[in-house]
Structure formats: structure tokens, C-alpha cells
DNA sequence: CTTTCTGCAAACGATTTGCAGCAGC
DNA sequence: GCTGCTGCAAATCGTTTGCAGAAAG
């Protein structure tokens, strides 16, 4: 829940500033998405959303979140499971990673710390440099067994 | 190329090791499929599994995987991309890291670093458990453009 | 011979797309 | 009105599965 106390309206406004810039507008339905997500502990799939957002329609959805996506509002996720999921943009929220559960497949958010960001962001850039290759940006996902399948 | 230097008869035997402790053998399919992933730079595609193991069967490739991953030989590797690609347990080569391409998909090994295993391990293993996370191991993918891809 | 593996073709299911109706400007 | 958004239903496509024959032990 750390993420709904986030500033809104801040959000929102933030959310339909990058429509925009995409010639698309900010419409109920994709606000709804965005609350949804911006709500959320981690990634949604899309049956979590459309359960979470009453009355949304599966098509409705995905075809947004390609929308939101391309306005660089939210960001796909995608695990082992079945599904896709996807989160609110970084630029939203803040630089987390990722603990994947590798039982019943949940994603839950964890913050970044300076130190881990630190010492990935220099070692690693210069190891891919050395392979001709420019970094956009990096996931940390950790792999295991979350609180609720842990015995 | 890496890993094609690797030491392919042991490999050869090691995965034979594998596949009977879960009662499965090590058939020539089987056999190609892992000599075409220990000689790749990164995680293949079926497609490209198929493209490069001359004469394999798609089905085969799609139902071997699942025995080679069963039996720990294999791992999939899922990008962003719509395809899923698969690339040999990290007992079987070595601890890496991966370049994944924003442009084209593609997926290129990064050799793990001391440095930055030893501050993941550490500051993230720490934060994942006081979430009562129990962590089995990590993943840490650089997005950004490949060689071939930044102009 | 019995069991497992292979490959073809059909089935599956998450995601995408065509189209008709509705809302926003 | 014209343009873009919604939702239903049909199409798509990577992946899975049923089945009959081939191969291994």
C-alpha cells in the first residue's frame, strides 16, 4: 500500500500531461486503470486489474495499457507466469525491484537502497560498456518464496 | 562464444546426471537442444533452437524444454518480448547477468562481477527478508541498445 | 514386447483486432 | 458532424496436447 499514499492529483495530472504529449487523452477508463495500479503493492496481471476496477472490459484494457504504455505511463512486467503484468511508469513512483514468488507466481514491490543502486549502476555499466552496449536502464528482480507461500 | 569453450563432454554428463535422477534420458533431441544452447551468447528462442538444431521438430523442442527444465538443466528466460527463450542452468555455465536489447529483443550473456554479487547479495537479501521473503536467487538485466542496434 | 520419444496436426488460451454504437470537442 | 473511445465477438499466434508410429531397453 505504500504507493497510495502517493500524491494523487499530482498523478493524475502527471498521467495526463504524458497523454498528451502522445495526442491521446486522459479518459475515465484509463484513469481507472491508473488507480488501480497506482494502488497496488506491484504489478498487476490483467485479470487483477479488470477484477479490481469494476466494470472494465478486457478489450478495454489491454488496448489502454498499450496506450498508457507508449506514453510511458506504465511498464510491462513480465515473469514466469502466464500472464503479463504491468505498474505504473518509474518516473510515477519510485526505483524498486522486484520480489517474484516462485510458487504462486506474485510480484511485490521493493524499494530500492543506495547501496545496491550504487555499486550495480558502476560495475555493471562498465562491464556492458566493454560489450558495446548502452544501458537505458536495469531490473533487479529477486526469486523465492514470498511471506504467504513460506510455510 | 563463451561458453563454447566450455567442456562439452562433461556438460554432456553432467546433464545425463540430471536428466536420470528424474527418470528421463538423455535422447539425441535432448542432446542437440543442449549442445545448440551451450554454444549460443545468450538465451535462445525456439525459433532460433529450431533454426540452429537442423530437423528438430517444433513440438519436440516445446516438450523437451519442459523435461530439461524439470530436470534443472535448462532455465526460461522471459524479456519483453513475445517469444520465450531458454538458456542452460546456471550450475551447468556460469552466474550471469543479461543485456537485453529495447530494440530488437535480443539477449546477450553478461559475466557476473564480484563486486556487484557480493552488494546484491548483502543490501537486498537484508530487505527482502525483513518482508518475509525467502530468496533463491536473483535476476539483474541491463535494458538499453545492443551493439548492432546504436546506429 | 513394453515403455518412452518423436512428429504431425488439432486444440488451447492469452492477447489483438474489426466493427458498430457512444461520447467528447 | 467528425474523431476518438468502448465493448462485444471473432481472429491471431505462441504454446500445448492427442495420437500413431519409431526407437530404446
Redesign the pocket.
Known sequence: MARAARDVSGTRDAVATMLHGH???L????QRIVDVLAGAAGPL??PEILAAGR??????V??????LEEAGVVHRVVTTD???RYELDEDLTEHHHHLVCSNCGRVEDLPATPAVEKSVAAAVEQAARRAGFRTQHHRLDLVGVCAQCGS
Do not use: E, H, W
Open positions: 495526442a491521446q487523452r479518459t475515465p477508463t484509463r496481471t490483467i466494470g472494465l472490459a478486457q478489450s478495454s489491454y488496448r489502454n495499457l498499450v496506450v502466464d500472464f503479463a
